[in-house]
């Protein structure tokens, strides 16, 4: 079964509108840590934010946002102000810790965005 | 500077031919991750180590080898038997290996076997 699922292979948005990156998980562990990454078109994985399973707000990083529905077990990306930058694939990720002797960080397939001037 | 170096960024082989990528890091980062890509793909983990000589099998070790002799350095052997080795290959790692640490990655080796 899929650990990470994002269901939205490509989106697009406005300049300056905001937008979401689904995605959802699947794990047993009670702990467990959610990441979102950039990666543009030259191929570098760029780190974006960071969602723990004991966190009780939804994490924020500038004009990212994760809203994190833990019963719903999803952890979707807000972009707000979307800029022609911002232009990528994005991963969404997950580290479970397994009995503490297995961190992998396991990736969905991605979502590739469009921001149109 | 402090990072991660992948090297070459481009490489070309011949079918049958063993290559060997390279990832080195001054991070001083105890656990090190190869991962292969492929499009519409994602990521997928072919080999991690979490301390110097010793590492794991990832989901998709099959047709590679690795060896983790120095903190700082992580190499990747395609070897024959790997089927289809032609991909993007990204090495990561992470200052402890831990649930709630991210991976930092470097820029990639975008390997092409002819």
């Known amino acids: 079964a899929q650990k990470i699922t994002q269901t939205q292979p490509g989106m697009f948005v406005q300049e300056k509108e905001a937008v979401t990156l689904d995605c959802t998980y699947d794990t047993s562990d009670p702990s467990y840590g959610l990441f979102w990454y950039k990666q543009p078109s030259s191929g570098e994985m760029i780190f974006l934010i960071y969602?723990?399973?004991?966190?009780?707000q939804n994490a924020t990083e500038g004009r990212y946002s994760l809203n994190f529905q833990k019963a719903r077990k999803s952890a979707n990306l807000v972009i707000s102000a979307s800029q022609l930058g911002d232009s990528a694939m994005y991963f969404c990720?997950?580290?479970?810790?397994?009995?503490?002797?297995?961190?992998?960080?396991?990736f969905g397939k991605g979502t590739l965005l469009t921001v149109n001037p | 500077d402090g990072g991660i170096t992948q090297s070459p960024k481009y490489l070309f082989r011949k079918e049958g031919q063993n290559v060997t990528l390279s990832c080195e890091q001054n991070?001083?980062?105890?656990?090190m991750y190869w991962y292969r890509q492929d499009p519409g793909q994602g990521l997928r983990l072919i080999y991690y180590s979490q301390i110097v000589n010793d590492f794991q099998k990832g989901d998709i070790a099959e047709g590679y080898s690795v060896s983790r002799e120095k903190k700082e350095s992580f190499p990747l052997t395609v070897t024959s038997a790997q089927k289809n080795p032609t991909a993007f290959y990204l090495c990561a790692t992470s200052a402890i290996p831990d649930f709630n640490t991210e991976a930092f990655f470097g820029q990639g080796t975008r390997l092409t076997v002819v």
């Open positions: 991070l001083n980062h105890d656990a």
């Open positions: 990720a997950m580290r479970e810790d397994s009995g503490g002797s297995n961190y992998k960080l396991t």
């Open positions: 969602q723990g399973s004991y966190d009780q």
